[in-house]
């Protein structure tokens, strides 16, 4: 007579049956080589979605600067007349994003047929008001100026170095012969915006003649930082043209003039066009927060 199963052994039965199968798969899984589980794939990183503003904005700043720094010479048009709508381009950039700056200039001048000594100076220069602040580092070290549009009777203050430091600080006429002195240009025109505008004087003059030529290269390099160099040649002498050749270098991330370089006809002892001035603008900083008070002689940094 068989006996009877309670119902809880009855239940303990089922759960037996239905388990063995899975038991059975578990251990057939691991009689092969697979060691990790397969949902391995779905525990990867996966990659990151490229952001489509991201490639807008890309996309965008592309095509900004390739609008910025276009230099093509439209059919029939002068060849300077592509650097000169650039130069009104840097210009408009200046005048728009740049506020002050400090940075090293470094001059190099030939007057009355003499190459002056390499200058290097520490320069300071609030865009409006007009001011500038120089620091000689050499060959006059310790020679200081400042100019301010509209202040100190729109006069230069100066002050020599080593025993000249003794007269003071002197108040003297930017474009008078004591402060023009070793100088090509007065301190008026100092700095990029001045730069600027003449790059656009000159195109303007010389668009009236013919004999010119024009190079471009969008690939230069200056202080190691990719520049556009604009190289304007003058193959026949005019008393109009102020030089036989000139180049001017734009940084490509600043948007800036940081060098002008220009030569004569006559010919140096190698053979070459005689260098005749060259301005650099190394180590810039843009934007420092100066302001009028920067560029007074109350202020601990000026005569100091």
């Not at 089922?14 to 063995?20: F, I, N, R």
């Not at 996966?46 to 390739?66: L, Q, R, Y």
């Not at 950039?93 to 002050?100: C, G, P, S």
Request: hydrophobic content about 40%; aromatic content about 8%.
């Amino acid at each position: 007579m068989s006996a009877k199963l309670a119902p809880q052994h009855l239940t303990a039965i089922l759960a037996l049956l239905t388990a063995a199968p899975l038991l059975a798969n578990a251990q057939e899984q691991r009689g092969t080589n697979i060691t990790e589980p397969i949902f391995r794939v779905a525990r990867e990183t996966p990659a990151k979605p490229v952001s489509a503003h991201a490639i807008s904005a890309e996309a965008m700043k592309a095509a900004a600067d390739k609008e910025f720094f276009d230099l093509t010479q439209q059919a029939g048009e002068h060849p300077l007349a592509p650097a000169k709508r650039f130069a009104e381009r840097v210009r408009d950039h200046i005048d728009t994003n740049v506020q002050d700056y400090k940075c090293l200039f470094i001059k190099m001048e030939r007057i009355d047929g003499v190459m002056q000594d390499t200058s290097y100076i520490d320069m300071r220069v609030l865009q409006d008001p007009f001011a500038v602040h120089l620091v000689f580092r050499s060959p006059k070290k310790g020679q200081e100026c400042l100019y301010v549009e509209g202040q100190n009777d729109n006069k230069l203050l100066a002050r020599g170095n080593g025993m000249l430091s003794l007269a003071g600080v002197l108040h003297l006429d930017p474009n008078g012969t004591r402060a023009m002195d070793g100088n090509r240009h007065p301190i008026t025109m100092a700095g990029i915006s001045h730069l600027t505008d003449k790059m656009i004087e000159i195109a303007n003059d010389d668009m009236r003649y013919g004999e010119c030529e024009v190079k471009t290269y969008l690939d230069a390099k200056l202080d190691k930082r990719p520049t556009v160099m604009v190289e304007i040649i003058h193959p026949v002498p005019r008393k109009e043209f102020k030089f036989h050749k000139a180049r001017i270098y734009v940084d490509k991330e600043l948007r800036i003039p940081v060098r002008y370089e220009a030569y004569d006809w006559k010919q140096d002892k190698n053979g070459k066009p005689e260098l005749t001035e060259l301005y650099m603008y190394s180590q810039i900083k843009l934007n420092n927060g100066f302001t009028a008070a920067n560029f007074k002689e109350s202020d601990p940094a000026v005569f100091k």
